[in-house]
């Protein structure tokens, strides 16, 4: 029942003369409509499950064209419902569906068992199935969906399938992160915001990448042909592991044992049991497989896929992500075909979590408008490397301009004899300082190509001087030492700002040159 292929079980909102017109689709006619660029949304589709609907959409267009061997994307609904279909040959007519009612054969996104009468009820509502951790649901309610919609058990399988994380005795999260406590990280380039270009892009950067994917990897970490890409088709009664060897690099994975099922209301439910083990034998790898958007560090501790916490993609992260040498840029980050010219951004997303619990939906969209052309992570890329010194120059003198002006608001608070240079009161005015650094970093560094670097450097560094003064100025104004050393701390604290924001940030000094952040 439910048929993806068949069955109109998607909703879409599309675009048109007319305004927005609500449909429901089959898969084959979503691929249709993304080719075609018509999709606007998609409706019930929660937020923090888009980046997994997007990965799942990207990586099985990108497997479909693959098998074809053209490597091209068809644009009708016939032609995506051939090439998905041959997918899962002798079980198609079960393996696109939500639910099945012997268990024995592969559902959607559900593997097949011959132990279903084992399983227990997990789930009445799709968002009893979903991958947020909250004890106090402040952001979403823990039942809010009808167990009769269709989609929200859609969005929510794929999202627990291809996102969760360890969540407590033999419930095992997915191969592609470092750790049952971290997330699967998206580090893209796209377009835009909108899905049919941001989806097409991506299935063809990955059929493009799938051969630097196999070279970034070890030798026999995967099969080049024929490995194993829809895990739900694989039984799953035993502890034994799916083995990495055996899989196709862009494979798409469940990690929990999960059918669902119709009950005599007509409502559907999920049930599940734990494993012993998890799914994919990769626990060593430590997320390190190969996944174009998932940045890889390398260092003392070995090879592993970055974590981000829930301070989330701040301007210091993201640097190290774009420019670090001990970090392998996501191969989803390259320019491909016929973009060279385009405008396009980076877009950073990844359900942030820690042990018990999940910090946030972080987000992050860098426009690269005239920085369109650099090559990142290729260091034959004149601009490429330019913009990585540059960076890393911006980077430093923001960790220098934030340490003086923590020094300044300490000796105007304690007073300049005996500061107390552990104290805590100047975090929230250094926090402030560093968020107006962070929405200014990039918007002025990717204006280097067209600007000059020279010029970029100038003015980061009296952007840095202006703002460090300013939120200096606010806490002496606010904040007052005892009344009889007053106008003493504040002279030192003058003194030692500008004393440091002179060693720090010269040439904000030697010229007079536009704020940035009153452009």
Not at 42 to 69: N, T
Not at 99 to 113: E, G, H, L, R, Y
Not at 351 to 371: D, F, M, N, Y
């Amino acid at each position: 029942m439910l048929d993806l292929l068949t069955d109109r079980t998607i909703p879409v909102s599309l675009g048109g003369r007319g305004g927005l017109v609500l449909d429901t689709v089959t898969l084959p006619r979503l691929y249709s409509y993304l080719a075609l660029d018509e999709i606007e949304s998609f409706p019930g589709l929660a937020r923090h499950q888009s980046q997994a609907w997007y990965q799942f959409l990207a990586q099985l267009g990108a497997i479909a064209a693959h098998r074809a061997q053209s490597g091209e994307t068809p644009k009708s609904p016939s032609e995506w419902h051939s090439l998905l279909s041959a997918l899962t040959p002798g079980c198609s007519d079960t393996a696109w569906s939500l639910v099945v009612a012997d268990a024995s054969k592969p559902a959607f996104m559900q593997m097949p068992t011959a132990r279903v009468g084992e399983y227990k009820t997990q789930a009445v509502s799709p968002s009893e199935l979903d991958i947020l951790v909250t004890s106090k649901n402040h952001d979403r309610k823990s039942g809010p969906v009808a167990a009769s919609a269709v989609h929200a058990w859609l969005f929510a399988l794929v999202a627990a399938q291809t996102s969760h994380g360890y969540s407590g005795r033999n419930n095992y999260g997915i191969a592609r992160m470092n750790g049952g406590t971290s997330s699967r990280v998206l580090v893209d380039r796209r377009p835009s915001g909108r899905w049919g270009l941001r989806v097409m892009r991506a299935i063809r950067m990955l059929v493009i990448q799938r051969r630097r994917v196999l070279n970034r990897v070890s030798d026999d970490m995967y099969r080049a042909t024929g490995g194993l890409a829809l895990t739900w088709l694989r039984s799953w009664d035993t502890d034994a592991q799916i083995e990495v060897d055996t899989l196709d690099p862009y494979f798409i994975e469940v990690c929990r044992r999960l059918r669902l099922v119709i009950g005599p209301d007509g409502d559907i439910s999920a049930l599940g049991t734990g494993s012993k083990r998890a799914r994919i034998n990769a626990k060593d790898l430590k997320g390190h497989l190969g996944d174009p958007w998932v940045p890889v560090i390398h260092d003392k501790k070995g090879v592993k896929a970055l974590t981000v916490s829930g301070r989330g993609f701040d301007y210091r992260l993201v640097h190290r992500i774009l420019f670090d040498k001990a970090i392998d840029r996501p191969l989803a980050l390259a320019a491909i075909e016929d973009e060279g010219e385009s405008d396009t951004e980076i877009h950073l997303l990844v359900l942030a979590r820690e042990q018990g619990k999940t910090q946030g939906l972080q987000e992050r969209i860098v426009p690269l408008a005239h920085s369109k052309r650099i090559r990142f992570g290729d260091d034959a890329d004149e601009g490429y490397t330019s913009l990585a010194k540059l960076s890393e120059e911006m980077v430093g003198k923001a960790s220098l301009a934030r340490k003086v002006l923590r020094q300044a608001i300490l000796v105007y608070l304690h007073g300049p004899e005996h500061p107390n240079w552990k104290g805590a009161e100047a975090r929230p005015v250094v926090a402030s300082f560093d968020r107006a650094i962070d929405g200014s970093f990039f918007d002025l560094l990717f204006t280097a190509p067209q600007r000059g670097f020279d010029v970029v450097d100038e003015q980061w560094q009296r952007f840095l001087k202006d703002e460090a003064i300013k939120y200096a100025t606010r806490a002496w104004d606010r904040y007052s030492p005892p009344s009889a050393r007053r106008e003493k701390a504040r002279a030192k604290a003058q003194a030692v700002l500008f004393g440091g924001l002179r060693k720090c940030v010269p040439e904000a000094f030697a010229a007079a040159i536009p704020n940035p952040s009153a452009e």
